[in-house]
Structures are given as C-alpha cells and as structure tokens.
C-alpha cells in the first residue's frame, strides 16, 4: 500500500475540524484540531507515535467544522464508533448507571444506563451501584414521586399502596395537584444536585410553621424527613468545607503504559463521591489520558459543576469550556491551582491515584499478566493486549429451541457475572442463528454492556464470516477468531487457519473461553428439560415431590427417563415397583423432545 507523503496531502483548510489518518480501511487515530493544516502537516517533523502514526497511514481523511466544540463533540463519536488503535480508548465509563428524572407533566425516578436527548434530566454516572441504590431507597421513602404507573406515565383507575403509605401523590389517578408536585420534583433536584443544606433549612422552615398552626403531625413528619437527609449525608460524605462549594477535581498517576485517573465530585462543600479509571496503553502521554478522559466523561455526566481543578495545564481547554458553558447553561472553568485549599485538593487526588495505581501493580504482579493475552496480540495482530474476550456459541435442543450464548472473560479469567443467553428466532440454519445472536449483543438489551477487545466464534469460517456480517450491520468493527471444535483450529474472517500445539497459552485460553460459552447454553436446555420433566411428573399418581426431586436429579430429561428400565426405577431409593410401573404406564404414550 501506498504510504501517505507530506507532498501528497489533500488541501487542508486553516480551519477548526477532525482529521483521520488511515491505514486502508482501519482508522488508526482520530484527532480534533484548532488549524487541520498545521496539526495534520506536524506529524511528519513529530517524533514518537505522531511520527509512527504518520509512517503507517496510507490515507488521510479529514471534516471541517463550524467551530471547536463541533469538532470535540465529533472526534469523540469518531473514536467510538472505529476504536481506532492509536487513541485512547475508555471504553467502560459509559457503562455506569444514571438516575433519570423523565420530562413529563409528573415526572418519575428511574436507573438508566444511556443518556438520550429527550429532555429529562440526568444525574450520573454512578460508579458504585450501591450508592446509587441507596440514594433512589432514600428518595423513594422521603418524597412522593410516582413509581408503578410507568414511563410514560400511564392512568390506573385505583392509587397503589404507595398512596396509601403517603410515598406517592398518585398522579395516575388524578389526586395530584400539579403545584404540589412541582414542589417535590424541586426537592428530590435538590437532593442529586447535592444542595442539601438549603433543603434542610427550608424543611425546617415549614417545620416551625407546621408547628405554629397545631399540626403536629405534618410537623413530626418533616422533622424525621429532615433527621433522615442529615443522617444519609453525614455518612455517605467524607468531608465538609462549604466554602468549596460546587467543584470536581481530579488526579492522575502512571507507571509505564499503566496510569489510574480519579475524579472526585464535591457539591455543597461534600465529597459525594469519586469515580476511578485504570487505562493501559503503551506510549501515551499523561497529556492525552486526561484529556480522554475529560472529553468522554463530561460529555454525559450531570449536573456539571462551575469548576473543574485539573492537576496540570491542557492545551486546546477553550473548545471543551465552551462546550460545557454549552451543556450547563453557565460558565464551567477548567483551572489549575497552584496554592492554598484547591491546590491541596489536588494533591488529595494525585496521592489517592498513585496509591491506586500501586495496588493495580501490587495485583497483576500477585496474579501475573495472563500470557495467553500477549500470545493472542502476537497471534491475530492487534493493536493492544485483548483484555476483554467474548465467547459466542448457538446451541439446540435436539434441533430445536436455538440459544445463543455468551461468555464473558476479562484478563484471562471468567466473569461470569456478565454471561448471558438469549433464546433465537433463527430456524435450523447456524449461520443465520451466529448471526442474529450476534447482531442482537450489539443492538438489543445486551448493547450496554462493554465493549471486548476480542470475539471468540465457537465455530469454522462459515460461523465466523456469520458473526462478522452481523457486526457491519451493528455498525461495529472488532475483532473476532473462530474456534473449529474437531482439530482445534483457529479461523480468521479472512479465511486463515492458525494451528497451534495444545499445550499452547492461547489456545488453551480460547478452548476455556469457548467450553464456557457451550456449558452456558447447555445449562439452559438442562433447566427447560427439568421443567417439562417436572411438569409431565406432576400428573402421575404416586409419584409425589420427593420422587420427583429423586428423578429428576438421577435423569434429567424426559428421554432418559423413558429408556430407564422398570427394575432400575424401582430399587431407586424411595421408590417401589408399583410407583414404577406407574411411572412406566404413564411415559409409555408420551414422545421425547
């Protein structure tokens, strides 16, 4: 191929925009620019990866934009859409969950995992659920948002047991006075921005008035609203300077390729809570790690703080300041302090991710690199050491009832809190069967879930080729290999066979992988023969829950119990000739799945 030379470049306009360097069809990097003609001709007098990046394209693409955060805003929908190797790529941090205020005449609370345009208001990302859940719980006590008439709200002819309980006005039925709703809506805003004190003081405020009126109920109730907010708070913060404020601040630490990026957010002068990135990437600067980082997360988290202390200067902050001031509706400063409380803030951050960054080596030194990561870069030629592999495999019962299948491991080891399968539509055909499971990860409720670095295709090249098709339809470009299962060969979409001893770290890694992916698969049909064997013992006299249980552990299914002999049924333990005869008599009409 033909490698791109400075003399050849297309004309470049001295203007802002998103230039992609190409190495035939694969973007290698993309990048934004103030000037597209001057960065993009800086790359061949750069050293290092600019200059490698430069010798290794064959092709420049490039779009100019009206302005700079036009161009943040496209470079980071480029990046996630190629993954191109030279980029930084954080790939789990849009993963964590949100709490979603709908926008709607009454509006309601949910989790989500996805910020949209549609006009609700965001608050996020969480990256520990259980605070997450623990603030929803306290929400959910303390102020009556509707909860079970649905997104859109739907009507109901009668209020649930919230209403009665007093934890929901019930919209849904008409009982709500829009005023009073408001009201609460404004609260609960209070409570996810963080503005807690001037919710307290004005709860105590209508306390004292409730008070003043003899309604000492009303008043009862505000004052355990106020002890429950003063109770959460002072434990879920870890301090309190309310001359800080609103502000995050964030702190970065590297050895090598490895680095730890940690954000703290402080509202009202309260630590709420600290979000933390470990990123692996050779030859990358602590420049580029941060500003990753601050493009990707800033992008979707809300409510946005009016300062941002970073812990050295960026070059180029003007785009993405204004595409805060944009978001937020208010000016967002990104600084950095040399002195005095923020600049010790800083150093808080900075010691925080260095010790982070020490218990991240600590462990991959106590558990070892996996070696059959790096066998596997060297293997298939990819950019970085794969750390997530997905495992996909389609299984039947007896050429019925097709599954698809998912394994999940991360850094040699399985996650099977992330395994997942999904019954298909697809009839006897596999391919289409690879297909569809395939093309429904991406596109369907199993989309939010990381992105791997690898895909491993229990199968020969037509499967592959299957799962490579459905990915173009998702839009997607990601790395796959198939795993033939007679000889144990691995299969590249373009049709090259990699035969390795099996005493080999990679294949050993990738029959693990793949043997998961079936076993996840085989438990399903396991579980539906155990049901429809259950269901088919449930009619026969004399055979009560004991002796079903007894059954159903010994056979399994419905065929193997057919096939058993009478005699063997019956020196079962619990068992006696006549309850196998029943048993016999009753299977005698019954057809196998």
Known sequence: M??????????????????????????????????????VRSYFHAEGKAARIAEEATALDFIATRDEVEALLLEANLIKAHRPPYNVLLKDDKHYPFLKLTHEPFPTLLVVRRVEADGAKYYGPFPEASTLRRIKTLI???????????????????????YSMGRCLAPCVGLADPVAYGEVVRQVEAVLEGKVDGLLRELEAKMREAAKRLEFERAAELRDQMEALKAFFSTAQQAFDPELGDLDFLGLAQAGPLAVVQLYQVRSGRILGRISRVVEKEETSPEEILWAFLRDHYLEASPLPPLILLPFPLEDLEGLEELLRRRAGRKVELRVPQRGEKARLLELAERNARLALETELKLRERRGDHPALKALQELLGLPTRPYRLEGYDVSHLQGQARVFSLAVFEGGRPKRAEYRRMRLKAGNDDYAAMEEGVFRRYTGSLKDLPLPDLLLIDGGLGQVRAAEKALKRAGLRLPLVGLAKKEEVLITPEGREIRLPLTHPALRLLIHLRDEAHQNGLRYHQKRRSQELFQVLAGIPGIGEARRRLLLERYGGLKALREAPLEELARLPGMNRKAAEALKRALAGKIAP
């Not at 909860?147 to 859109?152: A, D, E, F």
């Open 2 to 39: 033909k490698l791109v030379r400075l003399a050849e470049l297309p004309p470049l306009p001295d203007a802002p925009g998103v230039y992609l360097w190409r190495r035939g069809e694969e973007v290698l990097y993309v990048g934004k620019a103030k000037n597209l003609r001057a960065r």
């Open 140 to 162: 959910d006590r303390l102020f009556p948002l509707r909860k079970n008439s649905g997104y859109p709200m739907k009507r109901k002819r009668y209020p649930c047991l919230n």
